[in-house]
């Protein structure tokens, strides 16, 4: 299932929450993985496994400083899976 967008859904203890709004609806039973990049894409740090929410908390630390952050959403069913990157403004 593609992601469409990233879009911010507020800030909250130094976290930047993110909304996940994909292509279609999910199917039962699926889980998203989320990492991010702070140098656009030369390296990644998970900050969520087996999400059930199609949302996402980032550390505003892991963004500071960084003009070119990175979003990469890995949905699966347990059987296949898909993966999207986009760009986040930190």
């Known amino acids: 299932m593609p992601l469409r967008s990233a879009r911010h859904s507020g800030t909250e203890d130094g976290a930047l929450g993110m909304a996940l709004e994909f292509d279609a609806s999910p199917e039962p039973g699926q889980t998203y993985s989320a990492q991010v990049s702070s140098d656009g894409g030369r390296t990644w740090h998970t900050v969520g496994v087996g999400l059930k929410d199609p949302t996402v908390q980032l550390d505003r630390h892991l963004l500071r400083h960084s003009t070119d952050v990175r979003l ?15 760009s986040v403004a930190g």
Do not use: D, Q
């Open 72 to 86: 990469r959403i890995t949905t699966t069913n347990g059987f296949s899976s898909t993966t999207a990157e986009t």
